[in-house]
């Protein structure tokens, strides 16, 4: 499985990027996929999921900016950014659950998520 994040950069606050995600070696029907962000000194956090059957949710500091849609033809998880704030500067990680079952430790952990890609840098000046 190999998960290959592109469309980072550099814009300005109040801009917008689409981040994509293309995925070999697995379907995107097969599991959870989601997309995290990591700055240095702190955690990876979840911050955008979609299930299988494509229902989508958002953390509260990005809901109605962010939006996950999935292109099956291209195998791709995409992840459109508008509004973009400092805040959101960060290496965005796509990932991908290995299982087909829900995931035991939420749609949120880290530990629900056994196929990562390399990242992509997001930043976003003022």
């Known amino acids: 499985v190999r998960l290959v994040e592109s469309g980072g950069g550099s814009v300005q606050s109040g801009g917008s990027l689409s981040l994509s995600c293309a995925a070999s070696?697995?379907?995107?029907?097969?599991?959870?996929m989601a997309w995290f962000r990591q700055t240095p000194g702190k955690e990876r956090e979840g911050f955008a999921v979609?299930?299988?059957?494509?229902?989508?949710s958002y953390a509260d500091s990005v809901k109605g900016r962010f939006t996950l849609s999935k292109d099956y033809d291209k195998n791709t998880l995409y992840l459109q950014m508008n509004s973009l704030k400092p805040e959101d500067t960060a290496m965005y990680y796509c990932a991908a659950r290995a299982l087909m079952s829900s995931p035991v430790f939420g749609p949120w952990s880290t530990r629900s998520y056994g196929y990562w890609g390399q990242g992509t840098q997001v930043t976003v000046s003022s």
């Open positions: 979609i299930t299988r059957d494509g229902s989508t």
């Open positions: 070696g697995y379907t995107l029907s097969r599991g959870y």
